[in-house]
């Protein structure tokens, strides 16, 4: 507080005129529901008391801003009211808006281009292990970001921000994209979900081969020819590659049949992205959390 003019006016009824110059700090709580395009009203409660017509009294003039500007909050206007037409109920009404370009460029514009590269990712193969090793990259590097921002975020309050909503269905919307890739991909290479080995290798498929000859020669004995016993070792290689053969036609069709599946999921999520995307939209401009700012006064 300072004095405008260290002179008093006294006049003849007993009235004083001093003129004070006060700054003053103000906390407002303001909602943060639509950050970072928020904007909102902040009351300021200017009054003082007389008691039997014995005291001070306020007289408002002009209201006008001096600095308009403070960080990332802009006033774009001051109005002055009364509570329920009481004189002792003054308060400032100041509008506030949030500069959203900061905000915007260093938090929300990161999540949507982590999701944009999971949409991506769906075009990487399955059987080639270079999917599920993106994604998981995608989810740390997620998980990491939001570490490192998580002092930036603005609190709870009465509204909460929807900006926290949105960081949670990214991150769960990654990780379920992560685990059905994963899924999709044991599908691909082993037909089951279940535990199950790796497919069997060539030499195991040779030794089956071999081990279905001996037991054919221990059940039955045949006499064979030279021309037969020539041919013994050559009969062995065709059933070989026939198993091989129907091996890798149960491989493409586990392929085809996961690949199916997955254009199926991917058709599913890029339809609920678009659908999160207007739900997100509606709720960041075309919906508020109504707080009364006059509390204080019931």
Same mark, same amino acid.
């Given at each position: 507080m300072k004095h405008g003019n260290k002179d008093?006016?006294?006049?003849?009824?007993?009235? =004083?005129?001093? %003129?004070?110059?006060m700054n003053t700090v103000v906390g407002c709580e303001v909602n943060l529901y639509n950050y970072p395009f928020a904007s909102d009203f902040c009351p300021i409660a200017i009054n003082v008391w007389a008691i039997s017509g014995c005291g001070m009294f306020l007289n408002f003039g002009a209201v006008s801003t001096t600095s308009a500007n403070r960080g990332?909050?802009?006033t774009e206007a001051v109005e002055l009211n009364t509570k329920g037409g009481r004189g002792d109920r003054n308060y400032l009404w100041v509008l506030l808006k949030m500069r959203s370009e900061n905000p915007f460029l260093s938090l929300v514009l990161p999540s949507i281009l982590i999701i944009l590269a999971d949409v991506g990712s769906f075009a990487l193969p399955l059987g080639?292990?270079?999917r599920i090793p993106f994604k998981v990259k995608l989810v740390l590097s997620f998980i990491m970001f939001l570490n490192i921002l998580k002092d930036l975020l603005p609190g709870g309050g009465q509204c909460s921000p929807i900006i926290r909503k949105h960081f949670c269905f990214c991150l769960v =919307?990654? #990780?379920?994209?992560?685990?059905?890739? %994963?899924?999709?991909? *044991?599908?691909?290479?082993?037909?089951?979900? *279940?535990?199950?080995s790796l497919s069997k290798s060539k030499e195991s498929l040779?030794?089956?081969?071999? !081990?279905?000859?001996?037991?054919?020669?221990? +059940?039955?004995? +045949?006499?064979? !020819?030279?021309?037969?016993?020539?041919n013994t070792p050559f009969q062995k290689v065709v059933k &070989?590659? !026939?198993? %091989?053969?129907?091996?890798?036609?149960?491989? #493409?069709r586990r392929h085809r049949f996961a690949n199916k599946v997955d254009l199926i999921c991917f058709c599913i999520?890029?339809? #609920?992205? +678009?659908?999160?995307? &207007? =739900?997100?939209? &509606?709720?960041? &401009?075309?919906?508020r959390c109504e707080i009364d700012h006059l509390q204080f006064w019931h």
């Open positions: 008093l006016l006294v006049h003849s009824n007993g009235t =004083i005129e001093h %003129m004070v110059i990332d909050w802009l080639e292990s270079k =919307i990654l #990780v379920l994209s992560t685990l059905q890739s %994963m899924v999709l991909t *044991r599908l691909a290479k082993c037909g089951t979900l *279940r535990p199950c040779l030794k089956d081969t071999d !081990n279905e000859e001996e037991s054919k020669s221990g +059940i039955t004995v +045949i006499k064979l !020819n030279a021309s037969e016993e020539e &070989f590659l !026939n198993k %091989m053969a129907a091996q890798d036609q149960k491989k #493409v999520y890029l339809t #609920v992205l +678009i659908i999160y995307s &207007f =739900i997100i939209l &509606f709720f960041s &401009f075309g919906s």
